[in-house]
C-alpha cells in the first residue's frame, strides 16, 4: 500500500478542502496538493530515472514543500530519506552516500552547502528556493502512485547507533500502514475540521503523522518560525482552531510555562502527543492542570515508529482510579498491532512488576537496519525487537520506563549518541581519552557534558568546540568541558560513566 494512495484518495473526494497553509495563508487544496506531488514525481521520474528501488533525500526544515516532497517521491514508487535540518552537511553527506541517493531536495539554507561536501553519488540537487522546484510543478503528472508492497521501503530513517555512525531504519510501507491505523485506534481520532501543526521537525515524530491527517482531509500547518515557539503556537491554535501537534517533553514543559507567565489557556489546542523522551510526572500533571485534556502519550522509537505503547488521553487525565499516579508515569500499554513483553537477559519473560529490557514484536517492526545485516540480528531475535530500553510492566498491562540503555542523551527531544561525540573530540590533537555523558537541564532535559584526558599538551575548550561545530551538528556538541588527569574504570578497563553522571550530580546538588 503506497502511502500516496491516501494523498489521491482525498483529493478524489473533498478536492476543495484546505490542505496546506504557510502560518495562516492557504497554499493548496487537496486537490492541488494531490496535483503537485503526482507533477513532482512525474519529474523525478522522467527527469532523474527515480522509481521503485530508489532512494531520494530531503534535507530542509519545515515547510508545506517537505510535504510536497515526500510525497512526490513516493508517487514514484521511491523511498524518502528526511534528513534532521539539525545536523551538519558532512554527516547528511555520510547519510546520502550510505543510502546511495541520488537526488536531494533541500532548502538553500539547510542544504545548500552540499554541493561542496557531498559524495559522488549524489547527482543533484533541487532546492526549493529555486526556479528549479517551481518548474517541476508544470511536469506531466504522473496518472496515480506507483504500487508498493507492504514489504517495500518507504521510509529510511537515520537514527545514530552505539558505534557512533547512524543507522538506516527500514520503515516500509506496512510499518506506517501499522503505524497509521494504530493511532486512530489507541492515541487519538483525526476529524476533517482538525488540523495539525508542524512545530517539531518533519524529518522525525511531526512529520511521520502526517498520514492520519492526510487520510482525513485535514489541515496542514506550518508556522512562519519553521520551528517550535510558544507564542506563535498559541497564536496559531486560536486562528486555526483544533490543532493537533507532537511534542517532546521539554517542548510541553515550555508551553506550560509559557502558559502560566501569559495566561494563556490553550484555546484551540485539540491534541499534544508527548513522546522522544522521558517526561517528569509532576511536569505532566502540572501541564494537565493549565491547559486541561489535551494530552497523550506515545512511545517508539525509529525502529518501531510510533508503534510501541500509547496512554490514551482518560489516562493521562484520570485522577480517580487508585493507581492513576503510577498509570501517568508510565508510557501506556501495548498498541493494537503489536506485542510488547518485559525480557530478561536470557530472552526469557519476567514476571509483572520485575525490570527487564522492553522488547516489541509485530507489523510495526522496521524491516530491518539499512545494509547491516549484523545490527539488524543483534536487535531482531525470533522475531522480537529488543529496543535497549529498561521498564517493567505492571498487571493491568501499563508499561513504565525505568532507564534507558546505551548510555543515549535526550536534549530538547534531539537523541544525542555519545560515542559519536567522542569519536570527534579523539580527533583534536592533544585528547588521549574523552567520555560524554548527560547532565540534567531545567528546559532541554540533558545537556552534553564530556569529560577530557589530555596527553600532556594544554587543551582549551575553544580549540574543542571549534572541531565539534566544523564537524557535527550544533546540538551535539558539549555545553561543558571537565578535564581530568584520568577517567574512572573498572577492572575491565571500562569507563564508569556512572560515576561520572555521579559526580555532576553531586556538583549540581552542591552548588
Not at 501541564?287 to 496512554?311: H, K
Amino acid at each position: 500500500m503506497n502511502p500516496a494512495e491516501w494523498l489521491i484518495r482525498t483529493a478524489r473526494l473533498y478536492p476543495e478542502r484546505p490542505a496546506l497553509f504557510d502560518h495562516d495563508r492557504v497554499v493548496a487544496d487537496y486537490a492541488e496538493f494531490a496535483r503537485r506531488a503526482r507533477a513532482i514525481g512525474g519529474a523525478l521520474q522522467a527527469q532523474y530515472g527515480i522509481g521503485p528501488g530508489h532512494r531520494v533525500a530531503i534535507f530542509m526544515r519545515n515547510a508545506t514543500q517537505y510535504l510536497e516532497a515526500m510525497y512526490g517521491v513516493w508517487m514514484t514508487g521511491a523511498a524518502a530519506i528526511p534528513i534532521n535540518a539539525k545536523l551538519h552537511p558532512r554527516e547528511a553527506a555520510w547519510i546520502i552516500e550510505n543510502a546511495g541517493a541520488k537526488v536531494a531536495l533541500i532548502s538553500d539554507k539547510v542544504g545548500g552547502d552540499l554541493g561542496e561536501v557531498g559524495p559522488d553519488t549524489l547527482k543533484t540537487l533541487i532546492s526549493i528556493d529555486h526556479p528549479d522546484w517551481a518548474a517541476m510543478y508544470g511536469a506531466a503528472p504522473l496518472e496515480g502512485a506507483t504500487a508498493m508492497h507492504v514489504d517495500d521501503l518507504a521510509w529510511l530513517f537515520y537514527t545514530s547507533g552505539t558505534t557512533g555512525k547512524p543507522k538506516g531504519v527500514k520503515v516500509t510501507a506496512g510499518n506506517i500502514l501499522s503505524m497509521t491505523t494504530c493511532y486512530f485506534a489507541d492515541v487519538d481520532e483525526v476529524h476533517a475540521d482538525d488540523a495539525i501543526l508542524y512545530a517539531a521537525p518533519m524529518s522525525h515524530g511531526a512529520g511521520i503523522y502526517n498520514f492520519m491527517h492526510v487520510i482525513r482531509g485535514a489541515r496542514h500547518v506550518v508556522p512562519n518560525s519553521a520551528g517550535f515557539d510558544p507564542a506563535e503556537i498559541f497564536d496559531l491554535a486560536a486562528r486555526h482552531k483544533n490543532i493537533s501537534m507532537f511534542a517532546a517533553p521539554t517542548m510541553v514543559k515550555r508551553l506550560v510555562d509559557f502558559a502560566k507567565a501569559s495566561g494563556a489557556t490553550g484555546e484551540g489546542i485539540r491534541t499534544i502527543s508527548y513522546a522522544g523522551g522521558p517526561m517528569y510526572t509532576a511536569d505532566i500533571i502540572d501541564a494537565v492542570s493549565v491547559l486541561g485534556d489535551r494530552f497523550v502519550q506515545v512511545y517508539g522509537q525509529g525502529e518501531c515508529p510510533m508503534g510501541i505503547t500509547a496512554l490514551r488521553r482518560e489516562f493521562v487525565s484520570d485522577r480517580s482510579h487508585p493507581r492513576w499516579r503510577e498509570r501517568l508515569g508510565s508510557v501506556g500499554v501495548a498498541q493494537s498491532a503489536v506485542e510488547v513483553k518485559i525480557f530478561g537477559e536470557d530472552g526469557a519473560e519476567l514476571p509483572n512488576g520485575e525490570v527487564g529490557e522492553i522488547v516489541v514484536r509485530g507489523p510495526t517492526v522496521m524491516g530491518g537496519y539499512w545494509q547491516n545485516e549484523a545490527a539488524t540480528k543483534s536487535t531482531i531475535r525470533d522475531g522480537w525487537l529488543w529496543t535497549g530500553d529498561m521498564g517493567a510492566m505492571d498487571a493491568d498491562g501499563f508499561v513504565t520506563m525505568h532507564d534507558r540503555s546505551k548510555d543515549m542523551i535526550i536534549s530538547g527531544g534531539s537523541n544525542i549518541y555519545p560515542r559519536e561525540v567522542e569519536e570527534v573530540l579523539l580527533e583534536v590533537e592533544g585528547v588521549a581519552e574523552v567520555a560524554v555523558v548527560g547532565r540534567a537541564h531545567p528546559e532541554w532535559g540533558e545537556e552534553v557534558v564530556a569529560f577530557v584526558v589530555g596527553d600532556g599538551q594544554d587543551l582549551d575548550p575553544a580549540t574543542l568546540d571549534r572541531h565539534c561545530i566544523e564537524n557535527i551538528a550544533r546540538f551535539k556538541r558539549p555545553k561543558d568541558y571537565v578535564f581530568l588527569a584520568e577517567l574512572p574504570k573498572n577492572n575491565y578497563g571500562k569507563v564508569l560513566k556512572t560515576d561520572l553522571r555521579a559526580r555532576l550530580e553531586k556538583e549540581m546538588n552542591d552548588e
